[in-house]
């Protein structure tokens, strides 16, 4: 059976990666030149696949049992937009974080996520604010 590469179906494996905690297989599915944009006060965008999969490391070994939780899809032509729920233990405190992530998708790959959440819900429930 071959791999779906419809863009919800790229978008959505590529949000399960992170659930592997592995920066390679995250970063496997996205495209070489790649952008990062994080709209978030905490949050640090980037570019290119390798920048990517080097900042990878730092924010996967950040969180332990990192899982975002898909709630609504909504796709148009080569984007999607993804409201989820991201749930993970960070320092020992459980964190539960709503965002929404609008995924580019080209052929068959992400080749650019914007991603919205609230750095004040990471801060309270991380008891540093």
């Known amino acids: 059976m071959s791999e779906d590469k419809s863009t919800k179906a790229v978008a959505l494996r590529y949000m399960a990666s992170?659930?592997?905690?592995?920066?390679?297989?995250?970063?496997?599915?996205?495209?070489?030149?790649?952008?990062?944009?994080?709209t978030g006060a905490l949050g640090k965008g980037c570019e290119t696949r390798e920048v990517y999969r080097g900042r990878l490391k730092g924010f996967l070994g950040s969180f332990v049992g990192l899982k975002y939780e898909p709630v609504d899809v909504i796709e148009n032509g080569g984007k999607v937009a993804i409201t989820y729920r991201m749930r993970a233990e960070s320092d020992g405190h459980p964190i539960d974080i709503p965002g929404v992530m609008v995924v580019e998708v080209r052929d068959g790959l992400v080749a650019g996520r914007q991603d919205y959440w609230d750095g004040l819900t990471f801060l309270q429930q991380t008891k540093q604010a």
Do not use: K, L, R, Y
């Not at 920066?23 to 994080?38: K, M």
């Open 18 to 38: 992170f659930a592997t905690g592995d920066p390679d297989q995250v970063a496997a599915n996205v495209t070489e030149d790649f952008v990062n944009t994080q």
